[in-house]
């Protein structure tokens, strides 16, 4: 639906709402409470506007709903336990103590030994417990009653109920990670490519959209028989390539050279030599590879996770949502 025609509709429902209201009761007499007049009619008509006004409301958001997804976003106090607010990621940090903490108070309760038993469930009851104070929102949703169940079977040696305990209580984790895992791991943890230069004010968006250029370019260039356009164009890729390549390491400290590898410099060479005197399938296959290694892998992690992240961190509004 076009925005002239949305609007056009919207300005004549907004007309028929004006009509019904603006009607004048002509059967009731107005009646006068405590010196305010009331009319009966209007009051009705009153009503009636709220119940349209429902019923609208409604049905937008019925006849949208296959288009629509609703996901639960967690608790904003959660974001003081991640980057940028915290230097680490302390709630998944927690998250892995309490995985290592089952596994520890599974094990020993199979093998019937009280004393690192009940140190496991110290550790364990304590980082369960901190994660409702970390994020009050979510003490609710934790299950009190298996804490206080495993600590009793764990310190009077009933070690089958320590495991009915251990599986109470990994529901509560299961119904939480359900719906706010995979939400909190990409709004916290994606990395942002938002703000990243690649060079003095070009930012990542804008040199993609060069790197994409160059290898259309290519492909067009070698296809109608341009030889001496494909392999500038080949050259400038290179120089775009090399240049996005340096800025990875401001995250992938550890590796070595992550991007271009060996494999993507050899696969240019590769290309470069076919643009000089390789037939079309060559071309088109060294390219397909090229965009492969420099490119698809790149987007496989980054581009789908930052994209994600994008539509949970800057949500669309609800008036953008209704007119997509
Ligand atoms: C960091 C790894 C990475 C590599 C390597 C990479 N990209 Fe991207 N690309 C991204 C990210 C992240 C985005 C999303 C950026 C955005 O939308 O702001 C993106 C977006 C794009 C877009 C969409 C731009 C737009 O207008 O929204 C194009 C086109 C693109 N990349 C082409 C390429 C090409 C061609 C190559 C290989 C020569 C390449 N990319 C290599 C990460 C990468
Ligand atoms: C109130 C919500 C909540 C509860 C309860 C909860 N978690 Fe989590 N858990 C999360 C969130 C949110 C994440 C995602 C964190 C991230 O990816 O940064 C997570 C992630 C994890 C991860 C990391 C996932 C992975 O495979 O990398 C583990 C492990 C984990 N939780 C274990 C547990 C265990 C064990 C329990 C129960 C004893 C538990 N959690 C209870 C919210 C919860
Ligand atoms: C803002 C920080 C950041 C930048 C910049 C960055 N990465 Fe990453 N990259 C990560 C993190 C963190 C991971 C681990 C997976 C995840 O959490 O998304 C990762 C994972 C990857 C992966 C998948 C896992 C692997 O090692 O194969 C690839 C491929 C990758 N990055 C390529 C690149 C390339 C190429 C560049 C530069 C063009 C780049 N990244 C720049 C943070 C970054």
Known sequence: MSPGTAGAKACKLFSAIIAITSLRGTCAEPV????????PMRWSHFILLQCLLVVIV?????????????????????AQWYKPENKR??????????????????????????????????????????????????????????????????S??????????????????????????????????????SLMEISPSILLEAHMEELTRQVNQIKIAFEDGMKDLALSSLSDLEQGIN?????????????????????????????????????????GRELGT????????????HRIAYDTRQLFVDRQSWVELIKH
């Open 32 to 39: 006068h409470i405590t010196g305010i007049w009331f009319n």
């Open 58 to 78: 409604g049905g937008i958001v019925y006849i949208h709903k296959d288009r629509v997804t609703v996901i639960k976003t967690p608790p904003a106090s959660l």
């Open 89 to 154: 990621q302390v709630w998944l940090h927690t998250m892995f103590k309490l995985r290592r903490e089952m596994q520890a108070v599974q094990f020993y309760a199979d093998n019937k030994d009280a004393k690192h038993l009940e140190k496991w469930v110290a550790l364990l009851s304590e980082h369960y417990l901190k994660t409702g104070e970390m994020v009050p929102e979510w003490q609710k949703k934790l299950n009190m009653e298996a804490i206080t169940d495993l600590q009793e079977s764990a």
């Open 156 to 193: 009077s040696h009933r070690y089958q109920d320590v495991s009915h305990a251990l599986d109470d209580l990994s529901e509560s984790c299961e119904a939480c990670h359900k719906d706010y895992r995979a939400i909190t791991a990409t709004m916290y943890r994606a990395p942002d490519f």
């Open 243 to 283: 240049t996005l390549g340096e800025t990875c390491s401001t995250c992938h400290k550890k590796d070595t050279k992550v991007y271009p590898d060996d494999t993507i410099n050899t696969t240019i060479s590769s290309l470069g030599e076919s643009l000089r005197t390789g037939t079309l399938k060559d071309q």
């Open 290 to 301: 090229l965009a492969v290694l420099a490119c698809a892998r790149c987007h496989g992690t």
